[in-house]
């Protein structure tokens, strides 16, 4: 029937979006569609309008998805280095920015601000009961993207994709949400096809009230331990809800940590390539938001170790934004989460070239997701003022990066340590040297945390398991692959990236007293590779069996 279809996601015909808010309703599957009622006319308008090769790929891999899960892991699994640039970044990207228009299948579930009052209702229309795993979003900055409202609902089907592919982490126990709330992209208010409230977005307490609801129906219903994950939401909201959040229910904001932990593993590995500690870099950041504050923060982190103060830490990194160079006394506002990094003006600085040339960082970062601002001035200065500089250019989709690995590369004879957010392809000097660019990619972090943080039960996640993460990535490059410029491990291996990492998050945990999982396993190792899933198919036969040497006989009389 439809309503088998929508509730179990595979059946034969269904309405789809034409389904009715009271049918929604009174059949229990409000929510596993997004909150427009359409027409059949715009339903079929839709699929004729259709023309975007750029997408079909990833049509094409969802279709598989809907229809033969275990077999679109394999596919995944088996090429993820071709294919994780499509069910994620950046294609990912695309197919949110076209949401409407490639919409086939409703995955996952969508929370708007008219369901106040109700959401644990919705909880309970979505058919898996037993979740581990909860990817969120509300739309607001969906990569470096902006505003796309319900259309961010491939982030969290994406990021979940990932969270098996990479981690083992079973399908049936992720769930993918978006919270409408609105949204204030004027080209998706006046869009057809648009699939979420017409309406600016709610920016008032009754916000906060159903992401308070929200977090307290997934507790209700699927328990303490039950792991959500925050994924582009706003800067401002971000930090917020990470601090409201993070000491009631087990949560972390990906945007946040798991990009900080990612891009001070990339450091660390660097690094062992330069034979500088950490302690001695100069780190400035392109963009202040809550991509560049966290990696700052974690950089922090782990100067301190060594014995730095926290001062003397937060001294050696300089934030460049839209607005200038982080110091004090410019006319801007600043962001209460930036003053940590705003620093007495080093001089006359009216560009990130000039900002380069006064600071003299070993080390720029960019996460302003504005495009190619490391201009060839840039990177030159950078190669003049160091032997190794390091360069990350970690800005998605791929039209949002810094700057190219090939830029990077050339305008210093091959001798930066480059990083991007978005793959790109090996570079070849003139020299006849090719150099393999590092992907500073999430995916490298978060689902290795999750499957931690899941196994071991930790109820509240703290900043210390994204430092231990980062870590154990930068353990993982072999002196081969730093030479060949990697500064991460290849994304073919990530399985095992994943799995390694958990061992030593679940060692962690378990040492700082921070898991509720009992017993504590003795073979964490042995624990970990028994638990996570596989992609072999199942058996629907009944366990059957013989009786050896048994048959009928007759009492003798």
């Not at 100069?282 to 990696?295: H, N, Q, T």
């Amino acid at each position: 029937t439809d309503v088998t279809y929508i509730k179990r996601r595979h059946c034969h015909k269904s309405r789809g979006m034409a389904f009715s808010l009271q049918e929604r309703q009174i059949l229990g599957i409000h929510g596993l569609l997004p909150p427009k009622v359409e027409t059949q006319d715009i339903q079929a308008l839709r699929h004729v309008l259709h023309r975007m090769d750029f997408c079909l790929l990833y049509i094409y891999l969802m279709g598989i998805q809907e229809r033969n899960e275990r077999l679109f892991y394999r596919v995944l699994m088996e090429d993820i280095e071709e294919l994780m640039p499509i069910v994620y970044t950046p294609t990912v990207g695309l197919a949110c920015t076209h949401y409407g228009h490639i919409f086939r299948r409703p995955k996952g579930l969508f929370i708007s601000i008219l369901d106040k009052g109700h959401v644990r209702s919705i909880l309970d229309n979505w058919p898996e009961t037993n979740v581990s795993a909860v990817v969120v979003t509300d739309g607001e900055r969906i990569l470096g993207l902006g505003d796309l409202g319900v259309y961010g609902m491939g982030i969290p089907v994406g990021k979940l994709c990932l969270y098996t592919a990479c981690a083992g982490i079973r399908p049936e126990k992720c769930l993918p949400v978006v919270i409408d709330v609105g949204t204030d992209n004027e080209t998706l208010l006046e869009d057809p096809f648009y699939m979420g409230l017409y309406q600016k977005r709610d920016r008032s307490q009754a916000y906060d009230d159903l992401i308070d609801e929200f977090m307290e129906a997934v507790v209700d219903k699927y328990g303490q331990d039950t792991l959500i994950q925050f994924e582009d939401f706003g800067n401002h909201n971000a930090f917020r809800f990470l601090r409201k959040y993070r000491e009631k229910f087990c949560t972390f904001n990906d945007d946040i940590q798991g990009t900080a932990s990612v891009a001070l593993a990339g450091l660390l590995a660097a690094q062992r390539a330069i034979g500088k500690p950490i302690t001695e870099h100069r780190v400035l950041f392109l963009g202040a938001g809550e991509a560049a504050l966290g990696i700052a923060n974690l950089i922090v982190m782990a100067m301190t170790e060594t014995g730095m103060t926290q001062a003397e830490a937060r001294k050696k990194i300089w934030m460049y934004d839209k607005y200038g160079l982080l110091v004090k006394g410019r006319q801007q506002e600043t962001d209460t989460n930036q003053e940590a990094f705003v620093h007495e003006s080093p001089g006359n600085v009216e560009s990130f070239l000039d900002a380069v040339n006064t600071i003299k960082p070993t080390a720029i970062i960019g996460v302003a997701g504005a495009g190619r601002l490391f201009t060839h001035d840039v990177i030159k200065a950078m190669g003049i003022l160091n032997e190794r500089p390091i360069i990350f250019s970690l800005s998605n989709p791929t039209n949002k990066a810094e700057c190219t690995p090939n830029d990077a590369y050339t305008l210093t004879n091959g001798r930066c340590l480059f990083a991007s957010g978005s793959p790109f392809g090996p570079v070849t000097l003139s020299d006849g040297r090719v150099l393999t660019p590092g992907q500073g990619n999430n995916a490298y972090i978060f689902p290795g945390v999750a499957l931690a943080v899941i196994l071991s039960r930790v109820r509240h996640i703290s900043d210390t398991v994204f430092l231990e993460a980062a870590k154990a990535l930068a353990e993982q490059v072999t002196d081969k692959e730093l030479e060949e410029g990697r500064l991460y491990p290849p994304l073919s291996n990530i399985r095992e990236v994943s799995i390694q990492m958990a061992i030593k998050l679940v060692e962690y945990v378990y040492a700082k007293g921070m898991a509720f999982r009992y017993p504590e396993p003795l073979d964490k190792n042995g624990f970990i590779r028994a638990t996570v899933w596989n992609t072999n198919y199942d058996c629907f036969l009944p366990d059957t069996y013989d009786w050896p040497g048994i048959g009928f006989s007759p009492k003798a009389k």
